[in-house]
T-cell receptor
Framework: DQQVKQNSPSLSVQEGRISILNCDYTNSMFDYFLWYKKYPAEGPTFLISISSIKDKNEDGRFTVFLNKSAKHLSLHIVPSQPGDSAVYFCAASDGRNTPLVFGKGTRLSVIA | DGGITQSPKYLFRKEGQNVTLSCEQNLNHDAMYWYRQDPGQGLRLIYYSQIVNDFQKGDIAEGYSVSREKKESFPLTVTSAQKNPTAFYLC????????????FGPGTRLTVT
């Protein structure tokens, strides 16, 4: 049973427009969420995170929104650039010394 | 430079042979992890270790073994019992405080024929 779901396997966006990547979770014990970015044949790199005490965290072009009642988070990238083309993984932690739980990823393609 | 190294980048083995993938970190992190990535499957946890000389099975541990004799090293052995060993293997580490941000190595692509 998937506790972290990324229901869109892929997404295509025009350069300069907004990219919105979505993530849903089922475990109400999750209290910390992270987004990772992965290029082919490389390890994922940390992008941005959010704690459950917040509903928004911003870092440059990247903003993560958390809706705890809906158990939903989203990553917004504005403006999208061709270098943003990668697979994005959502991950969640319950802070109880258990490993991060990852979604299956969404492949973002930013078209010039 | 602090980081995680995995070697080799590409590894080829014949079916029936055991193979060990290397993972070393100089970040002084307590926790280390092994993941496997297959197309459309995301990152699946194989084994993890929170402290030296201790490790736990992840979601797909069958056919794999690990050791954690040193803080900086967490090698993964893919045994002949693993039915579908061909995959991209990722090692990661974290400070061990609350299991938040994990740092990943560059990965090893294992091909078994």
């Amino acid at each position: 049973d998937q506790q972290v779901k990324q229901n869109s396997p892929s997404l295509s966006v025009q350069e300069g427009r907004i990219s919105i990547l979505n993530c849903d979770y089922t475990n109400s014990m999750f209290d910390y969420f992270l987004w990772y970015k992965k290029y082919p044949a490389e390890g994922p790199t940390f992008l941005i995170s959010i704690s459950s005490i917040k509903d928004k965290n911003e870092d440059g072009r990247f903003t993560v929104f958390l809706n705890k009642s809906a158990k939903h988070l989203s990553l917004h990238i504005v403006p999208s650039q061709p270098g943003d083309s990668a697979v994005y993984f959502c991950a969640a932690s319950d802070g109880r010394n258990t490993p991060l739980v990852f979604g299956k990823g969404t492949r973002l393609s930013v078209i010039a | 430079d602090g980081g995680i190294t995995q070697s080799p980048k590409y590894l080829f083995r014949k079916e029936g042979q055991n193979v060990t993938l290397s993972c070393e970190q100089n970040l002084n992190h307590d926790a280390m992890y092994w993941y496997r990535q297959d197309p459309g499957q995301g990152l699946r946890l194989i084994y993890y270790s929170q402290i030296v000389n201790d490790f736990q099975k992840g979601d797909i541990a069958e056919g794999y073994s690990v050791s954690r004799e040193k803080k900086e090293s967490f090698p993964l052995t893919v045994t002949s019992a693993q039915k579908n060993p061909t995959a991209f293997y990722l090692c990661a580490s974290s400070p061990g405080q609350g299991w938040d941000e994990q740092y990943f190595g560059p990965g090893t692509r294992l091909t078994v024929t």
